[in-house]
């Protein structure tokens, strides 16, 4: 990537500055920075494997570098910020000594179809992305689906974007690992959170409820509409990230009739349990014990031991152990990122219909 900066406001980078190749990862892991910007007075990088962000040096040319490391192989996201504002976002993908499980392979790809439908719930139109497997076009079969759901402050192309979601069907089927299925990625709130009706005492209470009528009344028999999917809960699996976690937990458990496999990863708890958002008792959902065990083919929560929701979840996994319902709780290393997000997607989907 070769990078020089202009910035609106006062000059912190002189047009034509020359362009530098950054960032440049080095054999030995290390990974070098760069940025053209001869009159900036600070210049930083970010990422998720920096424990601060990094200062960079200016040399005489006005070319600011640094140069960290070694990283581990690993897709990982960085920002260069210059004078306290973002300048350059990026993927930093570390090459391993073989290729990773989110990495393009020369094996069958699947498709991701952005598609748009009607919500009576929320009286509008809403973008869905389905990933369908690679298989899909050339087949008359029906599929299980997996409901995938985003984490806060994202949308719907963010197991697309961020996940590497098809990389990592598509490199699992093609190993024999995992048999094919649809993903349905939707947005998942009621209303962004720029919108009026987003606010209020009552906005949390709102968003949850509303999404969640959204997507059994009017997202389910959409897909099922157009898409070759299984109509009945055995073949039908909810899952999330974060507040996408604590959600797909919530719809998951409060409809058993509806779905038989559920997953959070990296719950937030809080996000659903709070007054503000109605205060969903998990207690309640998993009182009766036998009634989820017979119903729930598969409970699965996981979280990394330097998340600062760990022990939120970790709380709840205990309040399952408490009630008698069977469960996985997967505890690993990692924060509150798509390094864990992707290798927990990764765990589960084979678990899901095998």
Known sequence: MLLSVTIAGPALAQRGAPAVRSPEIHPDGRVTFRLAAPNATDVRVSG?????????????????????????PE???????????????GPLNIPGAAPMFFDMRPVPHGGIDQRWYSSKVIQTTRRVFVYTPPDYSRSSARYPVLYLLHGAGGDESGWTENGRVNLILDNLIADGKLKPLVVVMPYGNAYPPSSPLAEGADAMRRQRDLFRRDLIEDLIPFIQTNFRVYSDREHRAI??????????????????????????????????????????????????????????????????TEDTLFESVKQFAGQLQTSGVKHTF?????????????RYLSEVAPQLFP
């Open 48 to 72: 998720d494997f920096l424990p601060a962000p990094q200062p960079l040096q200016k040399d005489e040319k006005g070319i600011w570098s640094v140069t960290v490391g070694p990283v581990k």
């Open 75 to 89: 897709l990982y996201a960085f920002q260069v910020s210059v004078n306290g504002v973002s300048a350059v976002r």
């Open 239 to 304: 899952a999330g990230l974060s507040l996408g976690g604590a959600q797909a937990l919530g719809i998951g458990l409060s409809h058993i009739d509806l779905f038989s496999r559920v997953a959070g990863f990296s719950p937030a708890m809080g996000a659903v349990t709070s007054p503000q958002a109605g205060g969903l008792d998990f207690k309640t959902l998993t009182a009766d014990s036998k009634k989820v065990n017979d119903r729930v083919a598969l409970l699965w929560v996981g979280c990394g």
């Open 330 to 342: 997967k505890v690993t290393e990692g924060a509150h990122t798509w390094h864990v997000w992707r």
